[in-house]
T-cell receptor
Framework: DTGVSQNPRHKITKRGQNVTFRCDPISEHNRLYWYRQTLGQGPEFLTYFQNEAQLEKSRLLSDRFSAERPKGSFSTLEIQRTEQGDSAMYLC????????????FGPGTRLLVL | SQQGEEDPQALSIQEGENATMNCSYKTSINNLQWYRQNSGRGLVHLILIRSNEREKHSGRLRVTLDTSKKSSSLLITASRAADTASYFCATVRMDSSYKLIFGSGTRLLVRP
């Protein structure tokens, strides 16, 4: 068990470009969550999956954002036509069926949009 | 937007002293959790307290919950320089998502 991993750890892009982040949860964790954290603030919920089904999306998740978890294992978060306001840390977390209350977080992907 | 507010926003203490952080929230909850985040890193789960509990201990951590006031406190006793981090409370509502609603955090600096 190596914990939740996220790639890349850092991403610098120009405004208007598309970016994709990947999250690999702890194996056998059926729930996977995405959060966004801006500087000096707490994380904000974006969306979550139970297995491959996306069950809830925050209003923060505009139509430029899309998340997938095609086989119920890893997940990707894509941002199209990035804007400077998308600059943030994107955090992924997972939880197990037997302990849904406790989420294990990855190290995050820090995005900077120039 | 965040559900909760934390107080103070920043706290600076000497090693060995106790640190107390407070958290307020707005809606009914299933449980409240405290997380720690070192600069630029992911979050680490510290402790969970359920809505029917009033106090919980884990090592040097003591958490209280007052559901009538919709508030919680985290006490770190005998602080160490390694406790320097940001601390966040997060609430879980009474729904099936178990998503975390975070406060704005307290930045703790423990001076050696």
């Amino acid at each position: 068990d190596t914990g939740v991993s996220q790639n890349p750890r850092h991403k610098i892009t120009k405004r208007g470009q598309n970016v994709t982040f990947r999250c690999d949860p702890i194996s056998e964790h059926n729930r996977l969550y995405w959060y966004r954290q801006t500087l000096g603030q707490g994380p904000e919920f974006l969306t979550y999956f139970q297995n491959e089904a996306q069950l809830e999306k925050s209003r923060l998740l505009s139509d430029r954002f899309s998340a997938e978890r095609p086989k119920g294992s890893f997940s990707t978060l894509e941002i199209q036509r990035t804007e400077q306001g998308d600059s943030a840390m994107y955090l992924c977390a997972s939880s197990s069926p037997g302990s849904r209350e406790t989420q294990y977080f990855g190290p995050g992907t820090r995005l900077l949009v120039l | 937007s965040q559900q909760g507010e934390e107080d103070p926003q920043a706290l600076s203490i000497q090693e060995g002293e106790n640190a107390t952080m407070n958290c307020s929230y707005k809606t009914s909850i299933n449980n409240l959790q405290w997380y720690r985040q070192n600069s630029g890193r992911g979050l680490v789960h510290l402790i969970l307290i359920r809505s029917n509990e009033r106090e919980k201990h884990s090592g040097r951590l003591r958490v209280t919950l007052d559901t009538s006031k919709k508030s919680s406190s985290l006490l770190i006793t005998a602080s160490r320089a390694a406790d320097t981090a940001s601390y966040f409370c997060a609430t879980v509502r009474m729904d099936s998502s178990y998503k975390l609603i975070f406060g704005s955090g307290t930045r703790l600096l423990v001076r050696p």
